[in-house]
C-alpha cells in the first residue's frame, strides 16, 4: 500500500491550491481516507474526511466553507482543494487511509484510527 500527495507549493494568503493523493495498493471505496497537517511545531490536526461510500463528509471547524474534499474512484485518487488560504494554513499535509469495515460508514478524525499514511507535502502561505 502507497499514498503519495502532490500539488503543494507556496502561495499567497487568499489564494488556492488542490492537493491530490495517489493511493495504491487499496481500494478507495472500501476505505476511510482523510487529510491532515501538522503546522510547525504543533501536533498533527485532523482537516477533512470522506467515508468509505463517499456519502459523508467531516471537516474542521477552521476550513469550513474553504476547502472541499472529494475522491475520484476510478483513478483511486483523493483530493483536497484548498480556496482563500490563510498562513495559519501553512503545514505539512498527508493523506491517511483506514480500511472502513463492513456495517459503519463513517468518517474516522483521530490520526490513532488510521494505518496507512503519505509522506506528506508542504504548503506555505505567505501574507
Known amino acids: 500500500v502507497s499514498l503519495a500527495e502532490s500539488g503543494g507549493g507556496v502561495v499567497e494568503a487568499g489564494g488556492s491550491l488542490r492537493l491530490s493523493c495517489t493511493v495504491s495498493g487499496l481500494t478507495l471505496s472500501l476505505y476511510v481516507v482523510a487529510w491532515f497537517r501538522q503546522p510547525p511545531g504543533k501536533e498533527p490536526e485532523f482537516v477533512s474526511g470522506i467515508s468509505k461510500s463517499g456519502s459523508k463528509t467531516k471537516y474542521a471547524n477552521s476550513v469550513k466553507g474553504r476547502f472541499a474534499i472529494s475522491r475520484d474512484i476510478a483513478k483511486n485518487t483523493l483530493y483536497l482543494q484548498m480556496n482563500s488560504l490563510k498562513p495559519e494554513d501553512t503545514a505539512v499535509y498527508y493523506c491517511?487511509?483506514?480500511?472502513?469495515?463492513?456495517?459503519?460508514?463513517?468518517?474516522?478524525?483521530?490520526?490513532?484510527?488510521?494505518?496507512?499514511w503519505g509522506q506528506g507535502s508542504q504548503v506555505t502561505i505567505s501574507s
Open positions: 491517511a487511509a483506514q480500511y472502513g469495515g463492513i456495517y459503519d460508514d463513517t468518517v474516522y478524525e483521530r490520526k490513532e484510527e488510521y494505518l496507512y
